[in-house]
């Protein structure tokens, strides 16, 4: 059974730094891109970044301005997101999401989230 | 990356079709056929309905269908049903290699 299990979030202030973590399962890890995806309070989706299999490719969202970095530990079956300067509008649940093999855009299994509170 | 543009909500009765739109540019939902669909209960992680615009993954209702044309993505959701009360989210690839989503669109079942 596929699982992604995010943890690391709570709550930092405006300024501050965090780091999620995603533990992966049930499937063979360094053969699938993952994708961060973050919902603030209340509103929709927002992409946040992504990394392929062995973090040849990774890509993020205009708006982080170079904020957050994403990697990953294929020995660990873990995926991270190292968010620094972080502020109010960073306040969100953050889903680590898996891209299915072979497809450019299938997001196929999301974790429950783990909530970032940005405040002082 | 500006957000692809849905209406905020709809409504229908049980057993009607409804129809969300996705509106984006040649940047991206009319520049691949890479669009999906998600589907949200409240306090759930989102759950995939279609991808590569028309396509159902394995155990989602044939109720379900995506269509695109041009830089507007459509899903229809026909004989509607209580339990598909939710929220819904178009998304999709982009020229730059990222990925954008719509604002989504709150579906209310009468």
């Known amino acids: 059974e596929v699982q992604l299990v995010e943890s690391g979030g709570g709550l930092v202030k405006p300024g501050g730094s965090l780091r999620l973590s995603c533990a992966a399962s049930g499937f063979t890890f360094d053969g699938y891109t993952i994708n961060w995806v973050r919902q603030a309070p209340g509103k929709g989706l927002e992409w946040v970044s992504s990394?392929?299999?062995?973090?040849?490719?990774?890509y993020y969202a205009d708006s982080l301005k170079g904020r957050f970095t994403i990697s990953r530990d294929n020995a660990k079956n873990s995926l991270f997101l190292q968010m620094n300067s972080l502020s109010a509008e960073d306040t969100a649940v953050y889903f680590c999401?898996?891209?299915?093999?072979?497809?450019?855009?299938?997001?196929?299994?999301w974790g429950q989230g783990t909530l970032v509170t940005v405040s002082s | 990356q500006s957000a692809l543009t849905q209406p905020a909500s709809v409504s229908g009765s049980p057993g009607q079709s409804i129809t969300i739109s996705c509106s984006g540019t040649?940047?991206?939902?009319?520049?691949?056929?890479?669009v999906s669909w998600f589907q949200q209960h409240p306090g759930r992680a989102p759950k995939i309905i279609i991808y590569d615009v028309t396509n159902r993954p394995s155990g989602v209702s044939n109720r379900f269908s995506g269509s695109k044309s041009g830089n507007m993505a459509s899903l229809t959701i026909s004989g509607l049903q209580a339990e598909d009360e939710a929220d819904y989210y178009c998304s999709s690839y982009t020229t730059t290699s990222t990925v954008v989503f719509g604002g989504g669109t709150k579906l209310t079942v009468l």
């Open positions: 040649s940047s991206d939902v009319g520049g691949y056929n890479l």
């Open positions: 990394i392929s299999g062995i973090s040849r490719y990774i």
């Open positions: 999401v898996r891209a299915r093999r072979g497809y450019q855009h299938y997001f196929d299994f």
